[in-house]
């Protein structure tokens, strides 16, 4: 498969995340005022174009791996994507790192107001697993797994975890193993949590949700340290990085060390996986 070929099934995955999303959070004009404003707030971050839906994708990519149609897969893929932009938007946030801008627009906060954007991070992360529950409520064990699974990722085992090390960090100094600790929490967590979650509702085998685990920890490690590549500058170079902490020179080895810990997780398995080995590729060339 051509890189072009991996984009193709990117953007295809984005869209029907996309498309399920806008049904799910459909507007309704009967509703009362404050609800809809609500609405419109949580369908702001949670459509807005130029998301790259890396982590639904993942989910949707497993999916072809395990050799299961994607609909199996997709509500737990939306409700992946729902916690991380609840994560966005709270991180954004004026008492968090108080961004006015997210992919060239107006962050949320910026566009309604602090409570509305509070509210629609709120709502985001608790329908998240609304939308599992009832999509899989025929599979109670796969349910009841996946929706464990998320919660990890999510809690403060996992993403809100990792953001409270974050704090602390602006205020003391980070080695590598506090560093790798961080974001295997903030960054790391969700990610692998979109692979094994879908591995799951898909009724895989332990061996192979073991594989994927393996597979997609590298791979969110690996993800942000191709953001920290990404945001690198050397006259502003940012403190709790791995670059401030290692140079450029050796977090580029780091990542190459990464991706191929993630693609020896899932050497034996078949060309049907190959979508997930270009991934951890595109990963490590991406430039953006």
Same mark, same amino acid.
């Given at each position: 498969?051509?890189?072009?070929?991996?984009?193709?099934?990117?953007?295809?995955?984005?869209?029907?995340?996309?498309?399920?999303?806008?049904?799910?959070?459909?507007?309704?004009?009967?509703?009362?005022?404050?609800?809809?404003?609500?609405?419109?707030?949580?369908?702001?971050?949670?459509?807005?174009?130029?998301?790259?839906?890396?982590?639904?994708?993942?989910?949707?990519?497993?999916?072809?791996?395990?050799?299961?149609?994607?609909?199996?897969?997709?509500?737990?893929?939306?409700?992946?994507?729902?916690?991380?932009?609840?994560?966005?938007?709270?991180?954004?946030?004026?008492?968090?790192?108080?961004?006015?801008?997210?992919? &060239?627009?107006?962050?949320?906060?910026?566009?309604?107001?602090?409570?509305?954007?509070?509210?629609?991070?709120?709502?985001?992360?608790?329908?998240?697993? &609304?939308?599992?529950?009832?999509?899989?409520?025929?599979?109670?064990?796969?349910?009841?797994?996946?929706?464990?699974?998320?919660?990890?990722?999510?809690?403060?085992?996992?993403?809100?975890?990792?953001?409270?090390?974050?704090?602390?960090?602006?205020?003391?100094?980070?080695?590598?193993?506090?560093?790798?600790?961080?974001?295997?929490?903030?960054?790391?967590?969700?990610?692998?949590?979109?692979?094994?979650?879908?591995?799951?509702?898909? &009724?895989?085998?332990?061996?192979?949700?073991?594989?994927?685990?393996?597979?997609?920890?590298?791979?969110?490690?690996?993800?942000?340290?191709?953001?920290?590549?990404?945001?690198?500058?050397?006259?502003?170079?940012?403190?709790?990085?791995?670059?401030?902490?290692?140079?450029?020179?050796?977090?580029?080895?780091?990542?190459?060390?990464?991706?191929?810990?993630?693609?020896?997780?899932?050497?034996?398995?078949?060309?049907?996986?190959?979508?997930?080995?270009?991934?951890?590729?595109?990963?490590?060339?991406?430039?953006?």
């Amino acid at each position: 498969m051509t890189s072009i070929g991996l984009e193709a099934k990117m953007e295809a995955a984005a869209a029907e995340v996309a498309g399920l999303l806008d049904k799910v959070f459909a507007t309704d004009a009967e509703r009362a005022e404050g609800w809809q404003k609500l609405n419109e707030s949580m369908r702001y971050s949670l459509l807005q174009e130029g998301a790259k839906r890396f982590r639904p994708t993942l989910s949707l990519l497993t999916a072809d791996a395990l050799g299961v149609d994607r609909s199996a897969v997709l509500p737990f893929a939306c409700a992946v994507e729902c916690v991380h932009t609840y994560s966005l938007i709270h991180d954004d946030l004026p008492s968090m790192d108080n961004d006015d801008f997210r992919r &060239g627009k107006p962050t949320n906060h910026k566009k309604f107001d602090e409570a509305t954007a509070i509210l629609a991070g709120d709502a985001l992360l608790t329908d998240a697993f &609304g939308i599992v529950a009832e999509a899989y409520v025929e599979v109670p064990e796969a349910a009841v797994r996946s929706i464990l699974e998320l919660s990890r990722a999510a809690g403060s085992q996992g993403m809100v975890g990792g953001q409270a090390i974050d704090l602390a960090a602006k205020k003391t100094n980070f080695d590598f193993e506090d560093l790798r600790l961080l974001h295997l929490l903030k960054t790391g967590a969700l990610i692998r949590v979109a692979s094994v979650g879908a591995a799951i509702v898909a &009724g895989a085998s332990e061996e192979q949700i073991e594989d994927l685990s393996d597979y997609a920890s590298s791979l969110g490690l690996a993800f942000q340290v191709a953001d920290d590549i990404l945001d690198y500058s050397q006259e502003r170079p940012e403190s709790g990085s791995y670059c401030a902490l290692l140079g450029p020179e050796k977090t580029r080895e780091l990542l190459h060390e990464l991706t191929d810990e993630a693609l020896e997780a899932i050497i034996d398995w078949d060309d049907r996986a190959e979508p997930l080995r270009e991934l951890a590729q595109f990963n490590l060339h991406r430039t953006r």
